[in-house]
């Protein structure tokens, strides 16, 4: 089994494989080919790829041409999908909503290709689930750039001189990034409150020392779907959340906003109005400005002033610490190669179709997109039929 990791495009600084994963991959009997320079963003040597057994190739077309798996964090451009080879297996964050003329070139270049944020929310797939790994960092990563924007202390401090008080933060969303969200805050010594749709966030709020703030009627008590994600809830609800937390909102120093529903386009959570509410130097972390934004006013890639707010708008939050995104998302793609596609004996890539994790990821196969969410509704069809 050979396995290709090119270079990630500019705006990606993670990397697929880290020299642990190198090593891993390399004890089950594959031959693993970097490309040059793959890793320098996450602070990689090639060096420190070669060492762990690594084959350093010059270009990512060298890295792709031959192998029979690659491994990537966002999809493969069209360009690179044309330097993989008919049959090849290909794994990556594949961004599959609304995109489907590069899927129709996947399937048509007769590649198998499976994406990893589709993994299903079941115990055995934990430690394949990207989604979790890079949203808490992402979580994480938000607190430490307002704290960066923010101009003042976030802890009370008490000194002989007054007392500082502490800075409000409120997490919109508690999700994974947004409970990292809130551990954070709190361990830099802001005051917390949150707010989530899903009923059983307000324990989990609750456990990390912040405040549950939310509109608990009917529709929020049935407001999570079977695999845990939120649902999206009905323009009354928001209306009735929004006047909730509108005065709320209005003594903040800090506000994150982290809802997100796969394959929709980002709530409006926090509109202009709100934050003009807002005191002068307060900062507004919106992370779902991917998706079109849960900020009124956001601006990809940039911080932004609306009225007295701050606004920051960074997309990839997880890749501004892509070191540590790197070491947990090269874990999820080992543990979900090794569990399902290598077969334990001969250590040869073998995907095992009725496992439920690859039935949940697998996008493209035998020439045609597969998934029942992607795939044309004439093939889904004939697939019923011949069932």
Do not use: C
């Not at 077309?61 to 297996?89: C, F, H, N, T, Y």
């Not at 506000?255 to 980002?266: C, D, K, M, S, Y």
């Not at 890749?319 to 334990?344: C, H, P, Q, W």
Request: proline content about 5%; cysteine-free.
């Amino acid at each position: 089994m050979r396995i290709g990791v090119p270079r990630e495009a500019e705006h990606e600084p993670r990397v697929a494989v880290t020299p642990d994963s190198v090593k891993r991959f390399t004890g089950l009997g594959a031959t693993v080919a970097v490309a040059s320079g793959a890793g320098e963003r996450s602070r990689i040597p090639d060096a420190h790829f070669a060492e762990a057994g690594a084959e350093i190739v010059s270009s990512s077309a060298d890295a792709l041409r031959d192998a029979d798996l690659v491994l990537k964090v966002e999809r493969p451009s069209g360009e690179e999908i044309d330097q993989i080879r008919e049959g090849a297996v290909v794994v990556a964050i594949m961004d599959p909503y609304g995109n489907d003329g590069p899927l129709q070139h996947m399937a048509g270049r007769g590649l198998v290709a499976f994406a990893m944020e589709l993994m299903p929310r079941i115990t055995r797939a934990q430690s394949m689930d990207v989604l979790s790994s890079q949203a808490n960092l992402g979580g994480y990563q938000a607190v430490i750039d307002a704290a960066e924007v923010y101009d003042r202390a976030i802890p009370m401090m008490m000194t002989a001189a007054g007392t500082v008080p502490a800075a409000k933060a409120f997490v919109m969303g508690a999700g994974v990034a947004g409970l990292q969200a809130i551990a954070t805050a709190r361990r830099l010594g802001a005051a917390v409150s949150a707010t989530d749709v899903r009923p059983a966030a307000k324990e989990q709020v609750a456990s990390l020392g912040a405040k549950f703030i939310a509109v608990e009627d009917d529709e929020f008590k049935a407001a999570e779907t079977a695999g845990g994600y939120a649902k999206e809830m009905s323009e009354e609800y928001r209306k009735k959340q929004a006047e909730l937390i509108a005065d709320h909102i209005s003594k903040q120093d800090i506000v994150i906003t982290t809802a997100l529903i796969p394959g929709r386009p980002a709530p409006r959570l926090i509109t202009r109005e709100m934050l003009e509410s807002m005191k002068p130097g307060s900062v507004v972390v919106d992370l779902a400005v991917e998706r079109g934004g849960n900020v009124e006013g956001s601006e990809p890639d940039k911080v932004v002033e609306v009225g007295p707010v701050r606004v920051i708008g960074y997309r990839n939050m997880p890749g501004r610490i892509a070191a540590s995104a790197s070491l947990l998302y090269g874990k999820n793609l080992y543990t979900f190669v090794e569990s399902v596609m290598v077969d334990k004996e001969t250590k040869a890539l073998s995907i095992n179709w009725e496992d439920d994790i690859v039935k949940a990821t697998a996008l493209t196969r035998d020439g045609k997109v597969v998934h029942p969410n992607f795939a044309p509704a004439a093939e889904t069809q004939d697939n019923g039929g011949q069932e």
